[in-house]
């Protein structure tokens, strides 16, 4: 039992480091920094990818989206609970017609030191939760399959089969933004 209230009393200490994160300082310019860029599109076409921003409300969202919009991982940054707020945003998104679990959902804690800020190492700058579509139990390899895409006009996240042309949410084809 010693062992134990040892180990307890160590995670205690953990979890009372100073969280540093975006309290004077937006974290977009430090995620953009240090995740944004291109990558590779995953799962989908294996063609050029970014990382797109989709909402500052709250939590910064962010996902790795290719020219047709589909969408390979969706992240949320912020300093409280990122994971909650990422299963109600991707289940909302994939509805009834998708396959999503809250287990699907991971989370990470970014700490100074992982970001490159020795003075503050053991520092909490944020903590991010993210979602791979094609993980798990999404993997299929049915042709038709439905998939989670962002709007290449106004990022909106829509569901449509994974070969479908269409890059853009129903919103913007009624109004004309093909």
Same mark, same amino acid.
């Given at each position: 039992?010693?062992?134990?209230?040892?180990?307890? $009393?160590?995670?205690?200490?953990?979890?009372?480091?100073?969280?540093?994160?975006?309290?004077?300082?937006?974290?977009?310019?430090?995620?953009?920094?240090?995740?944004?860029?291109?990558?590779?599109?995953?799962?989908?076409?294996?063609?050029?990818?970014?990382?797109?921003?989709?909402?500052?409300?709250?939590?910064?969202?962010?996902?790795?989206?290719?020219?047709?919009?589909?969408?390979?991982?969706?992240?949320?940054?912020?300093?409280?609970?990122?994971?909650?707020?990422?299963?109600?945003?991707?289940?909302?998104?994939?509805?009834?017609? =998708?396959?999503?679990?809250?287990?699907?959902?991971?989370?990470?804690?970014?700490?100074?030191?992982?970001? =490159?800020?020795?003075?503050?190492? $053991?520092?909490?700058?944020?903590?991010?939760?993210?979602?791979?579509?094609?993980?798990?139990?999404?993997?299929?390899?049915?042709?038709? $399959?439905?998939?989670?895409?962002?709007?290449?006009?106004?990022?909106?996240?829509?569901?449509?089969?994974?070969?479908?042309?269409?890059?853009?949410?129903?919103?913007?084809?009624?109004? =004309?933004?093909?």
């Amino acid at each position: 039992m010693e062992v134990y209230a040892r180990g307890w $009393r160590t995670n205690m200490a953990r979890e009372k480091r100073r969280v540093t994160g975006a309290k004077n300082t937006s974290l977009k310019p430090i995620i953009l920094e240090r995740f944004g860029g291109a990558r590779k599109c995953s799962g989908h076409c294996d063609g050029p990818a970014d990382f797109r921003v989709l909402s500052e409300n709250g939590e910064l969202v962010a996902a790795t989206v290719c020219a047709k919009g589909y969408v390979s991982r969706v992240m949320a940054y912020g300093l409280g609970d990122t994971r909650s707020a990422l299963s109600s945003l991707i289940n909302g998104a994939l509805g009834p017609e =998708g396959d999503f679990s809250d287990e699907d959902v991971r989370t990470a804690t970014r700490y100074a030191w992982d970001m =490159g800020v020795e003075d503050r190492a $053991r520092d909490i700058m944020f903590r991010v939760a993210y979602w791979t579509q094609n993980y798990r139990r999404t993997k299929s390899e049915v042709p038709d $399959r439905k998939a989670l895409f962002a709007c290449t006009q106004c990022n909106a996240l829509f569901i449509q089969p994974v070969y479908s042309p269409k890059t853009v949410c129903s919103a913007c084809s009624r109004l =004309g933004k093909l």
